[in-house]
């Protein structure tokens, strides 16, 4: 079973925690209402992450970010992009932008 989420600053405090923590391997994001939720510069540290799915996000990758490499699944529904690039996705198999 999903559950959406709205928008807010407990789901930062989250990922920072779990940045802390990188052996994360599957991370999903579905925020139901309100504005997009903006991904913190400490999400893009999570570089162990094998799957992927974010819907009403706003997806701006630091500049230092250098691509998340072991990613074999990525989903983007309604995920605003403001990052001029997404690279370094060799593992990629999978990959859904709604």
């Known amino acids: 079973m999903q559950h959406f989420l709205v ?3 407990e789901i930062d405090q ?8 990188a052996s994360l391997k599957k991370f999903t994001l ?5 504005d997009d939720h903006k991904l913190l510069p400490a999400f893009f540290k999570l570089q162990q992450l094998a799957f992927l799915k974010l819907q009403n996000c706003a997806f701006q990758s630091p500049v230092t970010f250098k691509g998340f490499s072991r990613l074999v699944s990525l989903s983007f529904n309604n995920v605003s992009i403001t990052t001029k690039r997404i690279t370094n996705l ?5 990959f859904t932008l709604v």
């Open 7 to 9: 928008s807010c600053r």
């Open 30 to 34: 579905c925020i139901e209402s309100g």
């Open 90 to 94: 060799p593992q990629l198999k999978d």
């Open 14 to 21: 989250i990922i920072l925690h779990l940045s802390k923590h």
